[in-house]
């Protein structure tokens, strides 16, 4: 069995050198890259299971490697960045991270997300059955086994969260879930009062599906309950 490959890209080589040390503590295998050229030639040679990006980086910064990713890859990307707002954060994660974590750093708390992140990502590439493979409802069709989403025919690209989050919501049209289950779900993480990590993903999947362009709402809110899919 090939060893699960993450990518380190950041230009303080003392950061990429740490954080390589404690997942190789894991058993990872690990590519670094010490500017955004380098790790977006890394994406195009090597399989990547999940990288963990900076932001501030020479030639290509970390949103520019983000969406580089998101043309074709669905892993799990993780901001690590001196960059420490509340807007900083909302950017990050509407750029198509699936998580933001501010330097200084805890270098097992890196490692812990990191290990939630893969459990997520890999679980939903390994335990799908044919059978259940494909959903589809309102003209939304989710493809589980490939992770490819199609509205009305057009071909949508998600982050792997928003992925998750609209597969979570289709499978029970109309059912309706809150914030707080849909994070511990798809992030697999307790979740915290004040975290508008769901809301934000919520608004970026919306805008994909075109549900601001439409009078019917896809995915609906119910205020003060939730959020609910509704073909």
């Not at 993450?6 to 690990?30: F, N, Q, S, T």
């Not at 750093?105 to 459990?119: G, I, T």
């Amino acid at each position: 069995m090939k060893p699960i490959t993450i990518l380190i890209a950041d230009d303080d080589a003392e950061i990429a050198d740490l954080v390589e040390l404690h997942l190789m503590k894991e058993g990872y295998r690990c590519i670094k890259a010490l500017d955004g050229q380098q790790a977006a030639e890394a994406i195009g040679s090597h399989h990547i299971h999940l990288a963990i990006l900076d932001i501030m980086m020479p030639k290509l910064n970390g949103y520019e490697v983000t969406r580089h990713i998101r043309d074709k890859h669905h892993m799990p990307i993780i901001f690590l960045s001196a960059k420490s707002s509340d807007l900083d954060k909302i950017t990050g994660l509407v750029q198509g991270a699936d998580d933001y974590m501010t330097k200084p750093f805890n270098p097992m708390e890196l490692v812990a997300r990191v290990n939630a992140h893969l459990r997520r990502s890999l679980q939903f590439s390994h335990t799908i059955t044919a059978d259940a493979s494909i959903v589809e409802e309102g003209g939304v069709a989710v493809n589980i086994e490939e992770r490819s989403v199609q509205v009305h025919g057009r071909s949508v690209s998600l982050t792997p969260k928003e992925f998750d989050i609209l597969h979570l919501l289709i499978r029970h049209p109309k059912r309706v879930y809150s914030s707080e289950h849909i994070f511990r779900q798809v992030w697999g993480e307790d979740y915290f009062e004040g975290n508008n990590t769901v809301m934000v993903h919520i608004r970026t999947l919306r805008k994909k599906l075109g549900d601001d362009l439409n009078k019917h709402k896809l995915i609906k809110t119910v205020w003060g309950v939730g959020y609910s899919f509704h073909g």
